[in-house]
């Protein structure tokens, strides 16, 4: 069983808003990762890590930022939210020489 | 191209059933992994079955199968015995680049629904 968390589940948000959805496993996980997700469809990369201080870009581009000064923690940031970034948001974590990844139960996100 | 080809129309199935969700894939590798995941409307993915490209088995899970076609390039999986629960979406995912530089591509998903 995964022990991956993730808050809020639900957020409201003004358009120009700065936040942070937070994601914390403490599994030891040196692998974590951040999706995109619209309703039905399918899960797009943004954002990934293969350890504290290792942030990459991922396959679907973002205007989010990230951050990864703990291995357990991996938040994901929005300077200026906008209508455009209502979409469900995912984080996982996997072993470093695993490919399983475990998935926290997403943030849904919507910005009016 | 697409990596990952999930092409199904909502798929429908009796309870206590077995069902048949279909994935093909397209890689160069030779090294790969291919995956499920289930997410029911609540929204979390959890991980069903996990086939390695150098299986000679298919990876079985519980009621969970993998039917791994290596030469055709197809993972689809199995439910057996289908159950209310099982009601949700139904993604395939593929592995590429071994290690520590792996990250998963994912199918646009297929919805299955168990009817009693």
């Known amino acids: 069983e995964a022990d991956i968390y993730q808050t809020p589940r639900y957020l409201v948000i003004g358009t120009g808003k700065k936040i942070t959805l937070e994601c914390s496993q403490t599994m030891g996980h040196d692998k974590m990762y951040w999706y995109q997700q619209d309703p039905g469809m399918e899960l797009h990369l943004i954002h990934y890590?293969?350890?504290?201080?290792?942030?990459e870009k991922g396959d679907l581009s973002s205007e989010s930022t990230v951050s990864r000064i703990r291995t357990e923690h991996f938040p994901l940031t929005l300077e200026s939210a906008r209508p455009s970034h209502t979409s469900q948001y995912l984080c996982?974590?996997?072993?470093?020489?695993?490919?399983?990844?475990?998935f926290g139960p997403g943030t849904r996100l919507t910005v009016l | 191209a697409q990596k990952i080809t999930q092409t199904q129309p909502g798929m429908f199935v009796q309870e206590k059933e077995a069902v048949t969700l279909d994935c093909t894939y397209d890689t160069s590798d030779q090294s790969y992994g291919l995956f499920w995941y289930k997410q029911p409307s609540s929204g979390e993915m959890i991980f069903l079955i996990y086939?390695?490209?150098?299986?000679?088995q298919n990876a079985t899970e519980g009621r969970y199968s993998l039917n791994f076609q290596k030469a055709r390039k197809s993972a689809n999986l199995v439910i057996s015995a289908s159950q209310l629960g099982d009601s949700a979406m139904y993604f395939c995912?593929?592995?590429?680049?071994?290690?520590?530089?792996?990250?998963?591509?994912f199918g646009k998903g297929i919805t299955l629904s168990v009817r009693p």
């Open positions: 086939q390695g490209s150098y299986d000679e």
């Open positions: 996982a974590s996997s072993e470093l020489n695993t490919d399983t990844q475990y």
């Open positions: 995912a593929m592995r590429e680049d071994t290690g520590a530089n792996s990250k998963l591509t």
């Open positions: 890590s293969y350890g504290v201080n290792s942030t």
